[in-house]
Every structure is written in C-alpha cells, then in structure tokens.
C-alpha cells in the first residue's frame, strides 16, 4: 500500500494563480482531510470529507475548495493564491472519525510559496 | 479559539534521560480520544499514542506513555531512555481533528 500520496511535494506560485493540490488513499477510508501548518499554530483543518460526495468546512476554508467524487481522491483547489497561503500543507485520511478512536495517517505534504 | 495547548514551543532532553511534553485542551464531549503524533524532520506524520478518554488507565507503547488527567484536562506525554531518533515536532491532538501548536524536542549525544 502506498499509503496517502501528495502532489507536488513543492509549488511556487505568483499571487493571483490557481492551483489544485493532488490527495490519494488507497487505504479505503471514509474520512479525508486537508490541513496547513505554520509555525507556531500547529495544525490547523481546512476542509474535510466524511465520504464521497461529502464535503465540509474546517477551521480555516477561505480561499479554498475541495470536491470529493470518488473514495481515493480529495484534491484542493488555491482560487486565487494569496501570500497569506504560503504553508505547508497535508493531506490525511482515517477509517472514520465517528467513534473517534481511529488514527489519521498523513501524506508527505506539499510546501507552497505564493510571491 | 485553540482547544488544544501545547506551553512548550521547544524542549531539549540529554540522550537516555526522561522528558514530558505537556499539553491541555477544552472539550464539551464526555468521551474522546487524545493522541500524539510525531513529526521528524522528513516532515511525515506518525502516531505515537493514543489514549481514550473514558479509559482511567494511562496508555503505554514502549518508551512513551501519557499521564491523563481527565479533571484537568490534561494529556502529557513522557519518552523514557530518550534517543536521537526521538527528535521531532511532537503534535497533540483532539478527536474532533483539533492539533497543538507543537513542542520542538532536541535530543543531545
């Protein structure tokens, strides 16, 4: 199993450009995420998916959009980049979340510079 | 507002010795889970630990385990006999996909 798969691994991008940030599983989980991280704030949750189909707003979504259409996949879409959008982000996913209990395995991540 | 609270931005350990990390949050659920992922520097993410709330007995996986306060609020993790390869961000997290802000921890030959 190749696990949760991210690409690209590095993008730089100009303000004003749109992107989309590739995620795969082949774990079939339920549950995908998409997170960032920035230095001294941790993780912080951007969208997530409960199931194909299903999306829903995390903490920090501006800016961002995300379609879930089949089990494996659940890229992220830059609208717009913005310099605020510089972090690195990560992908996960999980069996499920509703009992709570399960793990969230994580992808590589992608660092993404916006000028 | 963050749930999850992580005091220590950094901390630093002598090999073999004992470290604790600590962490706090604030839930409104009566059952949940704590968990603590590691992140070395390859940037990939893996669990440590886990334990569920309702559970009095603290979680163990070798040389790491937890003292879980469920009063307080607190979920702190202790590394026994600490190694080189110990070194990482250390991320605690809700399961409710909440995450600390991170302990950076440096381990010293």
């Known amino acids: 199993n190749a696990g949760v798969t991210q690409t690209p691994k590095f993008q730089v991008l100009k303000t004003g450009q749109s992107m989309t940030l590739q995620c795969a599983q082949d774990?079939?989980?339920?549950?995908m995420s998409w997170y960032r991280q920035d230095p001294g704030m941790g993780l912080r949750l951007i969208h997530y998916?409960?199931?194909?189909?299903?999306?829903d707003q995390g903490e920090v979504p501006n800016g961002y959009n995300v379609s879930r259409s089949t089990t494996e996949d659940f890229p992220l879409r830059l609208l717009s980049a913005a310099p605020s959008q510089t972090s690195v982000y990560f992908c996960?996913?999980?069996?499920?979340?509703?009992?709570?209990?399960?793990?969230?395995?994580f992808g590589p991540g992608t660092r993404l510079t916006v000028l | 507002a963050q749930t999850v609270t992580q005091s220590q931005p950094e901390m630093s350990v002598q090999e073999a010795e004992t470290v604790t990390l600590s962490c706090t949050y604030d839930t409104s659920e009566s059952d949940y889970y704590l968990f603590w992922y590691k992140q070395p520097p390859s940037r990939q993410m893996i669990l440590v630990i886990r334990q569920e709330a309702y559970k009095q007995q603290n979680a163990t996986e070798n040389r790491f385990s937890v003292n879980f306060q469920k009063a307080a609020k607190s979920f702190s993790l202790k590394i026994s006999d600490s190694q080189l390869g110990d070194a990482a961000m250390y991320f605690c997290?809700?399961?409710?996909?909440?995450f600390g802000a991170g302990t950076r921890l440096t381990v010293k030959p």
């Open positions: 774990m079939n989980h339920e549950y």
């Open positions: 998916s409960v199931g194909a189909g299903i999306t």
């Open positions: 996960a996913s999980s069996y499920s979340i509703i009992e709570g209990r399960n793990e969230q395995f």
């Open positions: 997290a809700l399961s409710d996909m909440r």
